[in-house]
């Protein structure tokens, strides 16, 4: 499975960054997180930990494997027969406006299980993250 949703936000670069990359506020901005935990501190950068429990799936760690400040971050986690990853990058369009891309992609021998039992569920949390990053960013100006 393979997902990206972009969205167009109203804000600084540096103010949706900072939300961002502020994981542990995300249950407060988005209905798809419930509870967020950096296992290595509260500043992501890479090699960061991060457990996750979504409504309706299991608790996840996920691993930073690629950060550029200001701009991006993916990370990954692994379950028995399927590995996610996550990217998250801001662009910048104007001083005031940006675009933010989401992504979401398995692969494993049981990706395509996990797909047809979760993936609309995964598409709608990813829309809901990026419909909560804009809210969240837009509301703090």
């Not at 398995?106 to 047809?116: E, F, M, N, T």
Request: with cysteine; charged share 20%; proline share 6%.
């Amino acid at each position: 499975m393979h997902f990206k949703t972009t969205i167009e936000i109203n804000a600084p670069p540096d103010r949706v960054w900072d939300a961002l990359v502020d994981v542990e506020t995300w249950p407060e901005w988005t209905a798809s997180i419930r509870e967020v935990k950096g296992l290595d501190g509260a500043v992501l950068a890479f090699g960061s930990r991060v457990r996750i429990k979504q409504p309706r799936m299991p608790s996840l760690v996920w691993e930073v494997s690629e950060f550029e400040p200001t701009t991006s971050f993916t990370w990954r986690s692994s379950s028995p027969g399927v590995t996610t990853v996550g990217s998250h990058v801001v662009t910048a369009t104007t001083t005031n406006r940006v675009t933010v891309t989401l992504g979401i992609r398995q692969s494993g021998p049981l990706a395509p299980i996990v797909r047809l039992l979760a993936g609309a569920r995964t598409r709608r949390y990813v829309q809901m993250e990026a419909d909560g990053l804009k809210k969240c960013a837009e509301a703090s100006l």
